[in-house]
């Protein structure tokens, strides 16, 4: 029998039950589209990551505390208490090397205006921080050193505090509370669209923040940035040499502080990124691994059922190959067919996320051919078994049958 032959009767037989081979073709459309729209939002996710690091431009450096204490071991980023304002302040005057420091010290607030009120997070930090982190704005002006050394009340705010908050009206020049203190707003960020938290934070000079809404003399989160004409290792060098000098630590003591570049947090988040995008998809393929049983299965109840008709096939001649690649291209059509199924909701699903749920989702066609060729593998793999046993039947006793 030619496969053409094989893919007519193959066709056949499953038109003869649409129902029972659609739904057993479920579990490979929704194992595929699963895969393909996990790995979309992994790979979402990685961009993300990707693209916010390219806005900061590429001479960003992060400092964190580390561990105190003699001999205490290089710990990772906020294990310790070991880095204070002090210590940016110095660098700031007195590191060549840095060109701008921004320290990030949070919290959580109601602010009011008028009478609307909802909670944002609020960010004390130094002028710097447009500088440093590439801030743009689409109203108004960032606070300056002038603001910051009289601790002025002056507060930026994100687009989306702006549209609901303000109810999208001119922002300059008005006045919102935060913990009951008033501050007047003097600009507007530009929307950082995706899932940009900056959309929804308030930021204030670092001063302020201390005096009126949460004195704290530790820092924890710090971006700088090098001055022109040095290199990003000669800014961590410099650090290193003042922070040392300024902690007491004594030649052979490790760092109690830590510092990373860009690449290395860029390498660091794409290798989680990447594990975790692994991991979603593996989960998803468990679901395309139930689908192949389900073919399975109904293959092994359709050689019980068409027996008697192996038995005949077998009489007027049929070989043991030619029933057994009978049966094996019926497994395969269920599964090509659900596999292209499948990447079709996988898509549908990807765009619904993308345009109704704000999330950024990256669909490769290479995620879309491995999923549709491991449906047809499936197909292959769990249609052996059933293939191999109908070919098997002996012919009289399939005549037998009833």
Known sequence: MNPIEALRIALSALGANKLRSALTTLGVIIGVGAVIAMTALGQGAAKDVEDRLKALGSNVLFLSPGQSGPGAMRGGFGTGNTLYMTDLEGIRRHVKEVGGVAPEQGTGQQVKYGNQSSNYRIIGTYSDYAYVRNVTLKEGRFFNRLDEQASRRVAVIGASIQDDL??????????????????????????????????????????????????????????????????MEQVQEGIRRYLRRAHDLRPGDPDDFNMATQSDIASTLNETTRTFTNLLAGIAAISLIVGGIGIMNIMLVTVTERTREIGIRKALGARRRDIQLQFLIESCVLSILGGLLGVALGLGVSHFLETKMEMTMVVTA?????????????GIFFGLYPASRA?????IQALRYE
């Not at 509370?177 to 899932?195: M, S, T």
């Not at 995620?367 to 593998?377: E, I, P, R, T, V």
């Not at 070919?391 to 012919?395: E, G, Q």
Request: hydrophobic letters at 45%; glycine letters at 10%.
């Open 166 to 231: 303000l109810e999208g009206k001119p922002a300059v020049g008005e006045r919102i509370k935060i913990k009951g203190v008033p501050f007047d707003i003097i600009g507007v960020l530009a929307p950082v669209g995706g899932q940009g938290r900056m959309d929804e934070q308030v930021f204030i000079p670092l001063s302020a923040f201390i005096q009126r809404i949460e004195y704290r003399r530790n820092a924890w989160s710090v971006s700088l940035s090098g001055a022109e004409g040095y290199s």
């Open 366 to 378: 290479s995620s879309m051919l491995l999923s549709f060729c491991c449906a047809a593998a499936i």
């Open 391 to 395: 070919a098997a039947l002996d012919p």
